[in-house]
């Protein structure tokens, strides 16, 4: 049931690429037969189906994905599945086994500063102020996309706590300097790895409206893993539900819906519905 | 407060226990050690004045602080103190100057770490007075074998813990600095060595420690200053107040080291490790 289920969702996926959505259809990034697998070297493995030692573990197994320019795509699936495996393989972090990732048409061989990576632990140099952690960012940058930090400090509200080390500062305000820190290397895609997952509630939820705000100033092409359904169909563009190991693309949604949103209302609720349902829960308890 | 309290009862002994407790826990924090020191003293005079050991082979403390009087009138304390400060001075300083370096590229360099490391592990835990007589066939008498044997203590301690905290930097702000597009000598210098100075520092407390330890040793071999060498003439003369000073003058110099060090530590860009230690 589930392979029918993959099947059918390449198709849509394919559908898709076919007709341009609203973002202007250019192809950022293309992801074509992506696999992974490793070979087992726990002598116990993690889970009872998994293989035993020394055989080959699938982790991805063929994912297909074109995202275009300025899109914002949701990977969800559940815990283990290889969402962050994706992620890392597309990013240049880790190396594919088979298949290959596009980058405006280039094969992607290492991490570039184009492309940036934020992760859910805060990866802000504690040594350095909140506006040095800024500055690193912006000597990074080509020459003509630099800007004062005070700038990018303004820009996440942070401007009052430029001489702060990460440690004073809050989990929320961390992650709004680490994005302007990303941001002001004026990179053309994001990839974010649960990014809020380790904030309090209230505070991912203004971490939402902060993510739009920011979106809607600059366009950047984003590809956000996440565990939150309520987050995911707040702020994408697309939702790419991943089926547990091996990863197969199980089902995208599609959102061409304008900000703001209200997640729980018309067609938008639905989706949210299906999309629980899609992950096996019960939105209606 | 109930009304038992009220009526006036005779002091007994748990009461009075109380009382103590009271009182040394309402004290301020700093008169803790000096308590403690006071305590010390006044039991080891005690102790003397009621014959309870002989002064020939232990002296009191009054003997000692006369004793005291006596090298600091000579000069002799103030110029063995600098003796001995300027031996570790140096060798301190050597091995800083070679071990933090070599930590770092056997830290980052896997290569080197798996050639290097266990040779380094093999030669740490061999005492550095091990090497006494090697330092005075090699450097003779002088300054030079006791810088050499305070460069040794210290340089191992420093390049074990110097390479081990660059294996340990948080994968994490490694990887950041790579998307950044930090590469080589600025991934150095911008990441890697501020990321491992918290440790870096610790390593440098310690060996500071151990150089301050050994100093003693290697002035009991060879020179004819310093305060090792001020402590092994004075037993060669049966001077033990001035061993007792000599002591006393290693422990109270080593102190100030450490504070000395210590206060890097607290040093704004440095304070995030502080909570991890």
Known sequence: ?285 | MNRADAIPQPVSPVSLWQSLQHLLLSAPRSVRPIGAFAIVLAVWQGAAWLGLFSTQSFPSPLACVSGMREVILDGRLVDYSIASLFRVTVGWYLAVLVAIPLGLLLGWHPVLHDALNPFLQFLRPISPLAWIPVAMLWFGIGDRPAIFLIFLASFFPLAVATASAVTNIKKLYLRAATNIGLKGFRLIVRVVLPATLPSIIVSLRISAGIAWLVVVAAEMIAVKSGLGFLIIDSRNALRMDLVIVGMVAIGAIGIVLDKGIRRLETLPNMRWAIGKQ
């Not at chain 1, 795509?73 to 086994?97: Q, Y």
């Not at chain 1, 940058?141 to 630099?146: I, L, N, Q, Y």
């Not at chain 1, 693309?249 to 997640?263: A, V, Y």
């Open chain 1, 1 to 285: 049931m589930e392979s029918s289920s993959a099947t059918l969702v390449t198709a849509a996926g394919n559908a898709v690429n076919e007709a341009p959505a609203q973002t202007g259809g250019v192809t950022k990034i293309r992801v074509e037969r992506l696999g992974k697998s490793f070979i087992e070297r726990r002598k116990r493995p993690r889970r009872a189906e998994d293989p035993g030692p020394g055989q080959e573990v699938k982790i991805l197994d063929a994912i297909d994905l074109d995202i275009k320019e300025g899109e914002f795509i949701m990977l969800v699936g559940h815990s283990g599945c290889g969402k962050s495996t994706l992620l890392n393989c597309i990013a240049g972090f880790e190396r594919p086994s088979s298949g290959r990732v596009l980058i405006d048409g280039v094969p992607v061989a290492s991490p570039s500063p184009k492309r940036m990576f934020l992760f859910q632990e805060n990866a802000l140099f504690p040594w350095l102020t909140v506006a040095e952690n800024i500055e690193m960012g912006i000597e990074a940058a080509a020459p003509e996309d630099r800007k004062p930090a005070e700038e990018y400090l303004q820009l996440v509200g942070l401007e009052k706590f430029g001489d702060y080390y990460p440690h004073q500062i809050s989990g929320g305000m961390g992650r709004l300097a680490e994005l302007a820190r990303t941001l002001a290397m004026n990179p053309d895609v994001l990839f974010m790895d649960e990014p809020f997952a380790a904030l309090d509630f209230m505070t991912r939820c203004l971490m939402r409206e902060e993510m739009l705000n920011l979106m809607a100033l600059m366009r950047k092409t984003i590809l956000f893993i996440t565990h939150d359904l309520d987050e995911a169909v707040q702020l994408a563009d697309r939702i790419v539900i991943l089926s547990d190991r091996p990863a197969r693309i199980q089902r995208i949604f599609e959102l061409p819906f304008p900000h703001p949103r209200d997640i729980t209302a018309g067609d938008i609720g639905r989706i949210r519905k299906q999309a629980y349902l899609e992950m096996g829960v019960n939105p209606i308890i």
